[in-house]
């Protein structure tokens, strides 16, 4: 019993954690029928950001920076690239997705460089101290990412439905030309929801890279690959879906790593494909994900 609560401690914060990036792949979806794949760039940027600074600048205003800055760079990529290639973009929205992806390589080629060979520290207050509750041993840096993540996402779903940022970004998820046609900005929220995909990225980045991970390197990024399965299962539309999507993928991999003697037969690296075996079967189950929305199609 013990055992399997601090699987799900475990898998409850790492999957809070990945619902964080997830989100940032559902807002830009819904404000702008595109797939952001450079969400991994953007994540590895925030990371190295603070990495960099919480010496100069302390922890807590390093990481208000590194938040500040990737969500500035989230939304520098919307502006510079996406929207100067929407009006002539052949293939519409597909093409602009494959467009995130060259962007992510470009971003992430400069960003490993940078790092090199190098593990760098965050400087977080936590360090390796754990909490004991019982029988049950859990490392203050779970809690501290349960806890900042559920904040996070609740300020953002609040945001999201009272917020006239939040209005008009869901009158532009449902129709774009008449959320336009009513006065609604459709760059200034696609603007916006490139910068949340940011902030959010860099906030993941920061538990990401702390104990029991040594520390930030050139291999931070494929983390983000993860959340793309948790978005694609809760639905790339559905920002409930994001956060359902990430804690069940937090807890599935928690639960092959807590248990991995069980699953000696599949491989000591089952974990990492753990996410898109499920990604897989909910796909084969319900196309659209658990929370996404079904298109009609008239025959």
Same mark, same amino acid.
């Given at each position: 019993?013990?055992?399997?609560?601090?699987v799900l401690?475990?898998?409850?914060?790492?999957?809070?954690?990945?619902?964080?990036?997830?989100?940032?792949?559902?807002?830009?979806?819904k404000?702008?029928?595109?797939?952001?794949f450079a969400?991994?760039?953007?994540?590895?940027?925030?990371?190295?950001?603070?990495?960099e600074?919480?010496?100069?600048?302390g922890?807590?205003?390093? @990481?208000? &920076? !590194?938040?500040? =800055?990737? *969500?500035?760079?989230? +939304? $520098?990529?919307?502006? %510079?690239?996406?929207?100067?290639?929407?009006?002539?973009?052949?293939?519409?929205?597909?093409?602009?997705s494959?467009?995130t992806?060259?962007v992510?390589?470009?971003?992430?080629?400069e960003?490993?460089?940078r790092?090199?060979?190098?593990?760098?520290?965050?400087?977080?207050?936590w360090?390796d101290?754990?909490?004991r509750?019982?029988g049950?041993?859990?490392?203050?840096?779970?809690?501290?990412?349960?806890?900042?993540?559920?904040?996070a996402?609740?300020?953002?779903?609040l945001?999201?439905?009272?917020t006239?940022?939040?209005?008009?970004?869901?009158a532009?998820?449902?129709?774009?030309?008449?959320a336009?046609?009513?006065?609604?900005?459709?760059?200034? @929220?696609? &603007? !916006?929801?490139? =910068?949340? *995909?940011?902030?959010? +990225? $860099?906030?993941?980045? %920061?538990?990401l890279c702390?104990?029991?991970?040594?520390?930030?390197?050139?291999?931070?990024?494929?983390?983000?690959?993860?959340?793309?399965?948790?978005?694609?299962?809760?639905?790339?539309d559905?920002?409930?879906?994001?956060?359902?999507?990430?804690?069940?993928?937090g807890?599935?991999?928690?639960?092959?790593?807590?248990?991995?003697?069980?699953?000696?037969?599949?491989?000591?690296?089952?974990?990492?494909?753990?996410?898109?075996?499920?990604?897989t079967?909910?796909l084969?189950?319900?196309?659209?994900?658990?929370?996404?929305?079904?298109?009609?199609?008239?025959?």
């Amino acid at each position: 019993m013990t055992g399997l609560l601090e699987v799900l401690v475990n898998g409850l914060s790492s999957g809070a954690v990945y619902a964080l990036v997830a989100l940032g792949f559902v807002v830009v979806h819904k404000a702008t029928e595109v797939i952001n794949f450079a969400q991994p760039s953007l994540l590895l940027a925030g990371g190295l950001l603070i990495a960099e600074l919480h010496d100069d600048i302390g922890f807590w205003p390093a @990481v208000l &920076a !590194g938040i500040a =800055a990737t *969500a500035a760079l989230g +939304a $520098a990529i919307e502006f %510079l690239v996406l929207r100067r290639l929407r009006p002539g973009a052949l293939g519409g929205n597909a093409t602009l997705s494959i467009v995130t992806i060259g962007v992510d390589i470009v971003l992430t080629v400069e960003l490993t460089r940078r790092i090199g060979t190098r593990v760098l520290p965050l400087g977080d207050p936590w360090g390796d101290k754990v909490v004991r509750l019982g029988g049950v041993t859990i490392a203050q840096t779970r809690i501290a990412a349960l806890a900042v993540a559920v904040l996070a996402i609740a300020a953002f779903l609040l945001a999201f439905k009272f917020t006239s940022w939040g209005v008009a970004m869901r009158a532009a998820a449902e129709r774009r030309e008449t959320a336009a046609l009513m006065g609604v900005r459709l760059g200034r @929220v696609s &603007a !916006g929801a490139w =910068a949340v *995909a940011g902030a959010f +990225a $860099a906030l993941a980045a %920061l538990f990401l890279c702390v104990f029991p991970t040594p520390g930030l390197d050139r291999t931070t990024s494929y983390a983000a690959l993860k959340a793309l399965p948790a978005a694609v299962i809760g639905g790339v539309d559905s920002t409930t879906g994001a956060l359902v999507g990430g804690l069940v993928i937090g807890i599935t991999e928690s639960a092959v790593i807590g248990y991995q003697t069980d699953f000696a037969l599949l491989g000591g690296g089952f974990a990492q494909v753990a996410p898109y075996l499920l990604m897989t079967i909910v796909l084969l189950v319900r196309p659209a994900g658990l929370f996404g929305t079904r298109e009609a199609a008239r025959v």
